[in-house]
């Protein structure tokens, strides 16, 4: 029973890991699909720039980008501390920005999806739309939107899994403080470190594969089911 039951402090990781990672999809998935939306519509001087400004924290090590975040938004940096003045918003050392690394994380794995999945709706469904008075918005929405809809589920399905099982830049910019800032990983990394945490380790682990795998194997469900009801639709 010990190896299967979840302590009190593991059940708190878990409940502040899905706290987190909800709160970063929340505010990274509707900037992902915008920003997808562009890099796949438009062509623009320094396009080349932002897609590689997007896609920069799949290559950097999770380290710098911990650093970075807590540079620019620390109670000292410039952004923390403006936040911290205007909106009393603040990152470091705390839950808020555990969501703000996770988000930063997962957005290339949200971005990349759906900007595949734009660049596979054809665009004369759309030049149709607008050709008949339809606003852009208007055909965004009714049109675009939905076919390309298969794949922010995926995207936001990955990155939701990569938020969860974040652990590098979380650390580096609001440590590990149980209660407040240490997730899963963290949990796991702690349990890791300590003499008699083999047991705990094992169940944290177990806990992570679980919801990467479900994750992963609901994204093709959920995609295939999508595409499915769409291509009937257009039958």
Known sequence: MDLLSLQP????ALLLTLKVAGAALLVALPLAVLVAYGLARYRFPGHGLVNALVHMPLVLPPVVTGYVLLVAFGRKGPIGSFLESTLGLSFAFNWTGAALAAGVMSFPLIVRPVRLSFEAVDTKLEDAA???????LVSFVTITLP???????????????????????????????????RT???????????????????RLTLIAVFVAFAALIASEVLARRLRRRLGGDHA
């Open 9 to 12: 402090a593991e059940m708190q």
């Open 130 to 136: 607008n050709s008949l008075g339809a606003h852009r």
């Open 147 to 181: 076919l390309a809809l298969p794949g922010i589920l995926g995207g936001a399905i990955l990155g939701f899994a990569k938020a969860m099982g974040e652990f590098g830049a979380t650390i580096t910019f609001v440590s590990n403080i149980p209660g407040e800032t």
């Open 184 to 202: 899963l990983a963290l949990a796991l990394y702690t349990a890791t470190q300590t003499p008699s945490g083999d047991i705990a380790a094992f």
